[in-house]
């Protein structure tokens, strides 16, 4: 079975740092993008960046660059979303996800169950 | 960055009815490379529409895709209980870029 299981729920204080990770098992890990969503509480969805685990090629939105960092270890079949310095608007549900189609940016067709970041003092 | 606008907000309608929802972009979406999207609450989104009009796997035909350039719609033909959910459209590319519009709230009436 194809899938995608993401970290657990975090609750962290502002300015501190975390990585979160999402492991992808059935399929071939290197042969397919992996992006990431936010959904920050009672709102939309929010592409935040993708990475291609196979030769660890990274884009992010606009809204996102230089506020994360996307990283891709193949060896474990895992890729994971971190800060540096947290802040309390970062509280949301983040998401990963995997492309319908191998080498190519398509659709997302399997999701993480969504990892749940709460920042707060 | 292309950006969509899907409407309307939300749309409130009964079981057996038919629903249709827009998503216009901001600019022509190449080669019709524009998704939907399912959520419910607590569940993460589920992909019902790909290229515009493919269904994806196991997605029920009640569930259509149409449009090209800037404008797309999805229709759900008659409304089952389950199908009451928020729905997103996205755009992708070879960018790779991707882009998901406010979403469209569907409440039964």
């Known amino acids: 079975e194809v899938q995608l299981v993401q970290s657990g729920a975090e609750v962290k204080k502002p300015g501190e740092s975390l990585k979160i990770s999402c492991k992808g098992s059935g399929y071939s890990f290197t042969s397919y993008w992996i992006g990431w969503v936010r959904q920050m509480p009672g709102k939309g969805l929010e592409w935040m960046g993708i990475?291609?685990?196979?030769?660890?090629?990274?884009r992010y939105s606009p809204s996102f660059q230089g506020q994360v960092t996307i990283s891709a270890d193949k060896s474990i079949s895992t890729a994971y979303l971190q800060w540096s310095s947290l802040k309390a608007s970062d509280t949301a549900m983040y998401y990963c996800?995997?492309?319908?189609?191998?080498?190519?940016?398509?659709?997302?067709?399997?999701w993480g169950q969504g990892t749940m970041v709460t920042v707060s003092s | 960055e292309i950006v969509l606008t899907q409407s309307p907000g939300t749309l409130s309608l009964s079981p057996g009815e038919r629903a249709t929802l827009s998503c216009r972009a901001s600019q022509s979406v190449s080669s019709s490379y524009l998704a939907w999207y399912q959520q419910k609450p607590g569940q993460a989104p589920r992909l019902l529409i790909y290229?515009?009009?493919s269904r994806a796997t196991g997605i029920p035909d009640r569930f259509s895709g149409s449009g090209s350039g800037t404008d797309f719609t999805l229709t759900i033909s008659r409304l089952e209980p389950e199908d009451f959910a928020v729905y997103y459209c996205q755009q992708y590319g070879s960018s790779p870029e991707y882009t998901f519009g406010q979403g469209t709230k569907l409440e039964i009436k």
């Open positions: 290229g515009a009009s």
């Open positions: 996800a995997r492309p319908q189609l191998r080498y190519f940016p398509d659709a997302f067709d399997i």
């Open positions: 990475i291609y685990p196979g030769d660890s090629d990274t």
